[in-house]
């Protein structure tokens, strides 16, 4: 594919291509959702495929200096941070959960938004979330604390910290990458990450927070197990999802490293996450994470399913009140049980793998194709493994999907009211559960073929290399 595009080497077209991706990432933060679909649609495949053409060209010959790719970065962060929130209004309730603390003196787990009726917060933070305490954990809620404190009541500088609090974060991630690979590419890969910008910075969404420090414990897990511990908890403890990519690099260790290697990374990660929960409430902080359970995203295949077994359970007698309360309650917890198994399944095939980075994202490409409840941003903490191995086909498979999904949401309630409104959730609800179904099935066999076919692929002594971060880019996911 690359040596097919020699024009995409030469300073003019790299140029070229870094404008066009910047002025539609630039666009799509200032416009959000509020272009017609068509030209939406438009605006974000035209967007991501400059991206991908700038990204193949600097893979074959960097013709852009550094200090052009930084400047564009950067521009892109001031712009995402200088507009509000366009991809959502949860950087609301993160301003609304640190208030709890620093003003209210309270527990957002405990108490939630509405409990304060006089907080001039309050209003901004969407109805869903007035009654719903904080599924967040205990270290963005100090976060967001300490932010709040300083804020007061200021709108502006709560929603500026969330957002630079983002745009730190993925530029921590792009700096790894690169110190990693030493690749301007790879950086640029997340640096330049039309989603990543669109919907963590300018959204504020705090995947970026669990993206770096994910990250940063997948490059140091073999020669500082104990630190690398710390970040997996911290990352849980921003997101309890963070907890499955964790179990999966400590699956690695054991298998790929001493087991006293292992044994210390888990330990140190069990002992910061439960000293959290427990510092926080305990069960009762873990208590709003069950309003969330039941959530099922119309563009996931398991929305299918659900429907389906409502429809079953309604021609065997059921009223349709009790077929959708159980369907709702069944469902998604067998989804979630079900990612799990096919995460650990898929990523146990990379295990062998000289370093963790195949399976760890192995492990995030399950949960981001299968999870019964998805959002664009929960892509956040692959799209950097990703770059890692930016120039594996199956990794640009998924920085596709991850386009796809941004493109997509929100699968129900277009907020254009055109003529064609109905086209992005009508096909989100058509095709994106067949590509979430073909691309698992085909994970699966890319995972296990070698040991189906060659039972000793890729086994060997774990080799660390010179600078303990150099990964292998050219191994496939």
């Not at 990204?55 to 970065?73: D, E, F, H, N, P």
């Not at 959708?324 to 079900?338: C, F, K, Q, S």
């Not at 195949?358 to 770059?387: F, M």
Request: proline residues 7%.
């Amino acid at each position: 594919m690359l040596s097919a595009m020699p024009a995409l080497t030469t300073r003019r077209a790299q140029g070229a291509l870094l404008g066009i991706a910047s002025g539609g990432t630039a666009a799509l933060v200032f416009v959000g959702r509020g272009a017609p679909p068509v030209a939406f649609i438009a605006l974000v495949v035209g967007t991501f495929a400059a991206y991908a053409a700038l990204i193949a060209g600097l893979t074959k010959c960097q013709a852009l200096g550094a200090r052009t790719l930084i400047g564009a970065c950067v521009a892109l962060m001031v712009i995402a941070i200088a507009v509000p929130a366009r991809s959502s209004r949860d950087v609301w309730a993160y301003v609304m959960y640190g208030r709890i603390v620093a003003q209210h003196h309270a527990s957002p787990y405990t108490h939630v938004p509405s409990d304060f009726p006089s907080d001039p917060a309050l209003l901004r933070v969407q109805p869903a979330f007035r009654d719903t305490g904080s599924v967040y954990g205990p270290v963005f809620t100090i976060v967001s604390a300490a932010g709040m404190e300083v804020c007061g009541n200021s709108p502006i500088c709560g929603r500026v910290f969330f957002q630079t609090l983002e745009a730190l974060a993925v530029i921590g991630a792009a700096w790894i990458v690169l110190r990693a690979t030493r690749s301007w590419a790879a950086a640029a890969c997340v640096g330049l990450n039309p989603v990543l910008i669109a919907s963590i910075v300018n959204g504020a969404h705090n995947d970026g927070l669990v993206a770096v420090a994910l990250l940063g414990a997948v490059m140091i897990a073999r020669a500082r197990p104990v630190t690398a511990g710390v970040l997996l908890g911290v990352a849980s403890l921003v997101k309890v999802n963070a907890l499955l990519p964790a179990g999966v690099l400590i699956l690695w260790l054991l298998i790929r490293e001493a087991r006293r290697t292992a044994l210390l990374a888990g330990a140190t990660t069990a002992v910061v996450v439960v000293a959290g929960y427990l510092a926080a409430g305990g069960a009762r902080a873990l208590r709003p994470l069950q309003h969330t359970a039941d959530f099922v995203s119309h563009h996931s295949f398991w929305y299918t399913i659900e429907r389906w077994t409502i429809s079953g359970l309604e021609r065997h007698g059921r009223t349709p009140a009790r077929a959708i309360d159980y369907a709702a309650h069944l469902i998604p917890r067998l989804g979630l049980i079900v990612v799990v198994v096919l995460a650990l399944a898929i990523a146990a095939g990379r295990l062998r793998a000289r370093d963790p980075v195949p399976a760890v994202a192995a492990g995030l490409a399950v949960y981001v194709l299968a999870s019964p409840y998805i959002l664009p941003w929960y892509a956040a903490p692959l799209i950097p493994l990703l770059a890692m191995r930016w120039r594996s086909k199956s990794a640009w498979v998924m920085l596709t999907y991850s386009a796809l999904l941004f493109l997509a949401y929100p699968a129900r309630r277009p907020p254009h009211p055109t003529l064609d409104q109905n086209l992005l959730p009508t096909t989100a609800r058509t095709i994106l559960p067949v590509v979430e179904l073909t691309l698992l099935a085909l994970m699966a066999i890319v995972a296990w073929r070698r040991r189906l076919f060659s039972p000793g692929a890729g086994e060997g002594p774990a080799r660390t290399p010179p600078s303990g971060l150099q990964p292998e880019p050219r191994a496939a996911l």
